[in-house]
């Protein structure tokens, strides 16, 4: 069985996180941690040993875009809210190995699907 989380936030890309002040890197972290915690909690997901993450992220548009710029961000928030909602009991490698994400286009409804498969 697997869980995917249809989160309405679409990841900053790493570029414009450099020029930001750190509090509000810290609050672009968190607001994924919030979202993800959300739905975990909300789709019951149990308590697993180990997963694969995967993501496809849904952009308003076609701009080209580098994967490595948003792989990070992604990843970080919703690995930590994933923690807090209990389904990992830590984010290291050994439990949860995330993907490389894929992107889409959505231009209604810009948002990220993580899919959770457990080892």
Sequence with gaps: MSWILDVPLVPVSQNSKDWRQWWTKHEITQEWAR???VLAKEAKIPALNGAELEALIYFPDRRRRDLDNFFAPLWKGAQDGLVDAGVFPDDNSAVVRPGVPTFALD????HTEITI???
Excluded: E, L
């Excluded at 231009?107 to 810009?110: F, I, L, N, T, W």
């Design 35 to 37: 979202a993800v915690f």
């Design 107 to 110: 231009k209604a409804y810009p």
């Design 117 to 119: 498969i457990p080892r």
